[in-house]
């Protein structure tokens, strides 16, 4: 199993803000697409972001506006800042490496709860 350290969930009323944090070895950092994806209760994972090495950033339709995928090379460590948080939102929270379908690519997920 990949070696991705996350931290950072937590519960938030609706509107309010977290920051997700994954922390990866350098080689994994430099050299590897980093995903943040989401699994909700009784359904399937489902991608949220991915930042390339290059930092180039991707996000799913529901996050455009609201999320942003940063990396910190001094820290090898990738960030999700999830803002104006929903409903919807809630799930446990993974970082993994492509493919993230692959379990064996996940490191171990954190859970956002957002409820009032």
């Known amino acids: 199993e990949v070696q991705l350290a996350v931290s950072g969930g937590g519960l938030v009323q609706p509107g309010g803000s977290l920051r997700l944090s994954c922390s990866a070895s350098r080689d994994i950092f430099t050299s590897e697409e980093l995903n943040w994806v989401r699994q909700a209760p009784g359904e399937a994972l489902r991608w949220v972001s991915t930042i390339e090495p290059g930092g180039a950033t991707y996000y799913t339709g529901s996050a455009k506006g609201r999320f942003t995928i940063s990396r910190d090379s001094d820290k090898n460590t990738v960030y999700l800042q999830m803002n104006n948080l929903q409903i919807e939102d809630t799930g446990v929270y993974y970082c993994?490496?492509?493919?993230?379908?692959?379990?064996?690519?996940r490191g171990q997920g954190t859970q956002v709860t957002v409820s009032s």
């Open positions: 993994a490496i492509s493919p993230w379908s692959v379990p064996a690519n």
